[in-house]
């Protein structure tokens, strides 16, 4: 048994509505709102007063770049609140600006673990997808091209002060992202759960997780405004963020980001194709977790194609030839995917670079 710490957010609203807490409970003059052009439609439901800025330019991979524009406009806009409203791409965005916007740290400065000075402006994250969980968490996530890999940022600084899962704002998702982004909920859950450094604490977050998916997912897909599956799958995706902070991911999300990075894939979808692989190869080192994990979801009978299949139900399109990768590039995908050592440590099963590259051409 090892001493965890958990971070959780200062305040948690749930439910139809709820999104108007933001303004409710901030007096704010000066709000700033991360955004995406679509989730930017959601700012009048916020009950924000005063002057509000709307950035609304991040894309779903966001990189070095667009955190320099968003956090120029943000000293332009010298806001006295951050709120993210959207995905975890935008919430993350949202947790580096209130931190550093008005600090004289860069973004190279705060890579890694425990590296952020302070924060002094509150941050409030709306989340708009189930998928992430980053609304409950302390890490970001920002994409490098030059170095085709994620700069990661950890620090308790990154903690909402109000995380609100508000499950009308999940409604218009369509039916493949909320499928894509449900397998990332539950594939944060699965890789704590069945992880090498899994905790008995973490272990009951990540139960209640892959239960919620098991129950909701479907049922989300098929229906966008079962406000039941909605916010079954908001609180999924919350606790999958919760797991991230003292247990983390593995080698599912060490093989997922480089589709995203240099495939430019979305991360959930990204984590739905290899999902099923990972959790298979890594069954002989966790059997009982694994088949915990089976009966949660329902699947019965071998587990790599009952997996897949649990995922080709949901409307995924599973194969990496239908996402442009070519067959040259699996060896590459392999050893960037290898050199993901924050992950790559957590599994519970070594994986080597051939491995890996037979994951992928089994995925491909």
């Not at 499928?179 to 139960?207: L, Q, W």
Request: hydrophobic share 50%; charged share 20%.
């Amino acid at each position: 048994m090892r001493n965890i710490t958990i971070h959780l957010p200062k305040r948690l609203e749930i439910g139809a509505g709820a999104a108007a807490k933001a303004g409710a409970l901030f007096d704010a003059a000066r709000p700033f709102v991360l955004a995406t052009p679509h989730t930017a439609a959601f700012v009048d439901r916020l009950g924000l007063k005063g002057a509000v800025t709307v950035f609304s330019d991040i894309p779903g991979e966001p990189d070095t770049a667009c955190f320099a524009t968003a956090l120029a406009a943000a000293r332009q806009a010298a806001p006295d609140l951050v709120i993210g409203l959207g995905g975890g791409s935008v919430m993350d965005v949202a947790k580096l600006v209130a931190a550093l916007w008005d600090g004289s740290q860069t973004l190279a400065d705060v890579a890694g673990p425990n590296k952020v000075q302070k924060r002094r402006t509150p941050l409030v994250q709306v989340a708009t997808t189930a998928g992430t969980g980053s609304e409950a968490g302390i890490r970001a996530l920002i994409t490098d091209p030059g170095a085709g890999a994620k700069i990661a940022v950890e620090s308790p600084h990154l903690i909402a002060d109000l995380a609100v899962l508000d499950p009308e704002l999940t409604f218009s998702v369509p039916a493949a992202i909320t499928a894509a982004t449900g397998v990332d909920a539950m594939a944060h859950c699965v890789e704590a759960f069945t992880n090498r450094h899994a905790h008995p604490v973490i272990d009951g977050f990540a139960r209640m997780g892959i239960d919620l998916v098991g129950r909701y997912l479907a049922r989300a897909v098929a229906d966008g405004t079962d406000t039941e599956a909605r916010e079954g799958m908001m609180l999924a995706s919350f606790y999958g963020g919760i797991c991230l902070g003292p247990v983390n991911t593995a080698a599912g999300h060490a093989l997922a980001y480089p589709l995203g990075t240099l495939l430019h894939l979305p991360h959930g979808l990204a984590n739905a194709i290899i999902f099923p692989h990972v959790l298979a190869f890594n069954e002989p080192a966790v059997p009982e977790k694994t088949a915990e994990v089976a009966r949660a979801l329902g699947l019965s009978g071998s587990l790599l194609p009952a997996a897949h299949g649990f995922c080709c139900d949901l409307g995924l399109e599973m194969r990496l030839s239908a996402h442009g990768a070519t067959e040259d590039q699996l060896p590459g995908f392999a050893r960037d995917a290898h050199a993901i050592r924050r992950l790559m440590d957590n599994n519970p099963r070594d994986m080597n670079v051939e491995q890996i590259t037979e994951i992928y051409r089994a995925a491909f």
